[in-house]
């Protein structure tokens, strides 16, 4: 087998077991690495209650991917379960590769009981961390898991390199079935019901009833250094996380480097991942201390009001303590998190982030912009049906959109429909690019917060370059959207509060040094203006990480050309490509 990626810990060793490494002749062009996902049915017991869930190889989370940059990954999913199944390798960049990206009716048709699809791709110039999840409907509730790209060999990171490596995967446990909570929301017009549990590694801990020992422990040795790979994995909540009584170093965001700064607790949204150094304590301390992680809340919706919690617990006793101490009789030290709504934090936290901008991993911030874009991210609503009685606002169903378009979600696949010419009848290329009804977006909201819907995209030539600003907007009150962008990272060039102003705000936008991101939080009743350049050929979705409001509508999509020159070209598609 090699030599071993990280630790040999029980994960690993499952890794191990469904993984397979087949060589190349040049080990600069990385190795293809094979593995098969079994979508399948399996009982799991969370806060004492016992259900079905759908999961990968009986795993919950699902195993962790390990490669290194410039591997090729041949991942086949086999589905067992009664679900249509597709699933997302969130911030990989699927350059040329958009049959792989995974959002079913975006660029694959769901794969049907029974059936299967090969993702094949190539990660190229990306290390950090991402994770994988399924991208229909909310069965990401359950099916996900991480994905640890190392560098390629021989090349260090850009810090000292730690003892040992740690993903630590944040996400939402459900008593009820997730896909029965949104099925009723849709239906009613209302919100749906929150979760009961938020979970660290799949373990709620011991801040719930019946969860003490669903706990995940962190066990640790004094003057050591550990990486830990956050992953927000979570439906529908953004994330405040800290350890009691130690300090982490950020060190990545997005797989990719950042400068390294200094922090107590940290903010993370749904699709994020932000890796950090924890230098555990010179000696012994005596001590246990829990590690934990709450929603910041920004929305005026229910949300689940919950705190889950893990345990960091120093391995190794002093010699003067006797060995059958218990680490129950120890001092346990909680971290003290921002308040719910701290919004100040959230936004202090954001404007830390600067990209290394090293001469090994420059910041390549279009500085020319071909195309500007400004869209309206928010809540609505749209009408109910005859006959029924909806629990919307004002017996309205509740809905989302951009640039007040809540995007119809098609039943072809749009990149087959635009790769073999047949759009006709499955999209049309007419997303505004700016609202059609200019009003005052943080302000008072208007009176009609009707939406449209349409499946409508936006069309990019190859190698446009795209300045986006995307504003929050009032409507049914003023929120937070973590916006997630496939098959590309983006600079986060500027960010404010209240309306985007284009003849004062530009002049403050950082160019040299943005943070690079894949996902990234329109500030409530603010806006953020990402840059990026569109040279990657296929069709790219853009939604709200929180599923809610993708059910809703908050979402649309990128059609990218393709360029002039073979390397410019999105590739054939596969063979086996599911069918709808």
């Known amino acids: 087998m090699g030599v071993s990626l990280l630790s040999s810990s029980p994960a690993f060793l499952v890794f191990l077991a469904f993984s397979t490494f087949c060589l190349l002749a040049d080990p600069a062009l990385g190795i293809t690495r094979h593995y098969k996902f079994d979508v399948k049915l399996h009982n799991v017991t969370r806060l004492c209650h016992t259900k079905s869930i759908v999961s990968v190889n009986g795993q919950f989370p699902g195993p962790r991917i390990v490669a290194r940059e410039g591997d090729q990954l ?7 379960v009664p679900n249509n199944i597709s699933i997302h390798w969130h911030g990989i960049r699927q350059l040329r590769s958009g049959w792989a990206d995974g959002p079913a009716y975006v660029t694959q048709c769901p794969i049907q009981t029974g059936q299967s699809y090969v993702y094949n791709f190539t990660i190229i110039g990306q290390r950090g961390t991402l994770f994988w999840h399924a991208h229909i409907s909310w069965l990401r509730a359950t099916l996900y898991g991480p994905i640890v790209i190392l560098p390629k060999r021989g090349v260090p990171y850009p810090f000292a390199k730690p003892y040992k490596e740690v993903p630590i995967i944040f996400g939402e446990w459900f008593n009820a079935d997730p896909e029965a909570v949104i099925s009723q929301a849709l239906q009613t017009g209302g919100g749906p019901n929150v979760s009961d549990a938020y979970t660290i590694n799949g373990l709620p801990g011991p801040l719930y009833n019946c969860s003490a020992k669903d706990t995940f422990k962190l066990k640790v040795k004094p003057g050591k250094t550990y990486l830990l790979r956050l992953i927000n994995a979570a439906l529908n909540d953004e994330l405040f996380f800290g350890i009691a009584n130690h300090t982490l170093t950020v060190v990545d965001v997005d797989a990719i480097y950042v400068k390294p700064f200094e922090i107590e607790t940290l903010l993370i949204t749904p699709g994020q991942t932000t890796n950090v150094i924890l230098k ?23 949300f689940d009001n919950s705190t889950v ?17 218990s680490l129950e009789k120890l001092p346990l030290f909680k971290p003290i998190l921002p308040a719910l709504n701290d919004t100040s934090f959230a936004t202090n936290f954001a404007s ?17 912009v071909d195309k500007n874009f400004f869209f309206t991210v928010g809540l609505g609503t749209s009408p109910c049906q005859h006959n029924q009685t909806c629990q919307g606002p004002n017996g309205t169903k509740f809905a989302a959109s951009v640039n007040n378009v809540s995007f119809a979600m098609p039943t072809t696949a749009l990149l087959q429909a635009h790769f073999f010419g047949q759009s006709n009848g499955v999209y049309t290329p007419d997303f505004p690019s700016s609202p059609i009804i200019p009003f005052n977006y943080t302000g008072t909201p208007p009176n009609n917060t009707m939406v449209s819907n349409g499946t409508k995209v936006v069309v990019l030539p190859f190698n446009t370059s795209v300045e986006l600003v995307m504003q929050d907007t009032s409507i049914l009150g003023a929120e937070s959207h973590p916006l997630h962008l496939h098959g590309f990272n983006f600079f986060v060039v500027g960010q404010g509060f209240g ?75 596969p063979a086996d490509l599911p069918k709808c």
């Open 74 to 80: 041949l991942i086949k999913v086999v589905n067992h």
């Open 280 to 302: 555990t304590k010179p000696k012994y301390p005596n001590a246990t201390f829990l590690m934990t992680a709450r929603p910041y809340v920004t929305g005026q919706g229910t």
């Open 309 to 325: 919690a893990g345990i960091l617990e120093y391995e190794s006793l002093p010699s003067n303590l006797h060995s059958s101490i």
């Open 352 to 368: 830390k982030l600067r990209s290394l901008g090293s001469a090994q991993y420059p910041a390549n911030v279009p500085r020319k």
């Open 499 to 573: 309306n985007f102003d284009p003849n004062k705000d530009p002049v403050k936008f950082n160019l040299i040094d943005p943070v690079e991101r894949n996902t990234v939080g329109v500030p409530s009743g603010g806006w953020v203006a990402i840059r990026f350049l569109a040279d990657n050929p296929g069709v790219w979705f853009m939604h709200c990480h929180l599923e809610v409001h993708t059910s809703w509508g908050l979402k649309m999509a990128w059609i990218v050309l393709d360029g002039e020159l073979p390397n410019q070209k999105l590739m054939t598609p």
